[in-house]
C-alpha cells in the first residue's frame, strides 16, 4: 500500500530539516576565526591570521567583542 | 570631511539609526556609529570612548592589510563576530553573536547609514570618509 502522499511530503520536508541541521552542527564545529575585507571595488580578500594586519584585526574585534558584552551587561 | 561632526547627522539622529539596527538585527550584542573622523555618534551602553577607540583600531588594523581602505570588515571568531562598514562619510560597527547572517546584518547596517546621511546629502554636504 503506498503511503498516504502528505507523508511523502512530511517525510521529505523532515529529511531537508536534517540535513541542514546537520550542516549548521558541522560548520559550528569546523569554522575556523577569519577576517574578511571588503573594497569599495568590489574586491574582497581575506586577511592572513598570523600576519600583522591578521593579528591586528582580531585584537582589535576581541576588544570590540569585549565593549559590547560590557555594553550588554549593562543594559540587562 | 573636515566638519563632518558639525554636519548633520546629529547625536539624536545617531541614536535612532542604532535603535533602528538594534531592533532590526536580534543577532546583535552592541553597536557604534562614528563620523568621518572617528568621533562616536551613538554607541550601546555607556562607555562611547571604548567603543570609538576600538572601532578606530579596527579600521586602523583593515587598512593595514592593503593601500586601498575597506569599506566593510568582518572578522569572525570564537567569541563573536564584528562587522564595520564605511557608507557615506560615516562608520558603522556592529558586534553580534556567532553565526549571524553577514548580509543582512551588512544591509542593516548600511541602511542605517544611508538614513543617518540623507538630511547631510539633502543638505549639499560633502561625504568624505576619514577613519
Redesign the interface.
Known amino acids: 500500500m503506498p503511503p498516504k502522499p502528505h507523508r511523502v511530503l512530511l517525510d521529505r520536508v523532515s529529511g531537508y530539516a536534517d540535513e541542514a541541521a546537520a550542516y549548521?552542527r558541522r560548520?559550528?564545529i569546523a569554522?575556523r576565526?577569519?577576517?574578511?575585507?571588503?573594497?569599495?571595488?568590489g574586491?574582497a580578500?581575506e586577511?592572513d591570521i598570523d600576519?600583522?594586519?591578521?593579528v591586528?584585526?582580531?585584537?582589535?574585534?576581541?576588544?570590540?567583542?569585549?565593549?559590547?558584552?560590557?555594553?550588554?551587561r549593562?543594559?540587562t | 570631511m573636515a566638519d563632518a561632526a558639525t554636519a548633520t547627522p546629529t547625536d539624536g539622529s545617531a541614536a535612532a539609526a542604532l535603535a533602528f539596527l538594534t531592533e532590526m538585527s536580534p543577532d546583535l550584542r552592541g553597536a557604534a556609529i562614528l563620523d568621518g573622523e572617528g568621533a562616536v555618534l551613538a554607541a550601546s551602553g555607556e562607555d562611547a570612548a571604548a567603543w570609538g577607540e576600538a572601532a578606530r583600531a579596527l579600521l586602523a588594523a583593515a587598512d593595514l592589510a592593503d593601500p586601498e581602505p575597506a569599506e566593510q570588515v568582518h572578522v569572525g571568531s570564537e567569541s563573536g563576530e564584528v562587522f564595520a562598514l564605511r557608507h557615506e562619510g560615516l562608520v558603522a560597527v556592529a558586534v553580534t553573536e556567532r553565526f549571524a547572517l553577514a548580509s543582512l546584518m551588512l544591509f542593516d547596517m548600511r541602511q542605517a547609514l544611508r538614513d543617518l546621511a540623507q538630511p547631510r546629502r539633502e543638505d549639499g554636504e560633502e561625504g568624505g570618509g576619514g577613519v
Open positions: 549548521m560548520r559550528k569554522r576565526p577569519f577576517a574578511r575585507l571588503y573594497y569599495a571595488n574586491r580578500a586577511a600576519s600583522d594586519a591578521g591586528a584585526l582580531f585584537a582589535a574585534a576581541d576588544r570590540l567583542v569585549l565593549v559590547a558584552g560590557n555594553a550588554r549593562r543594559r
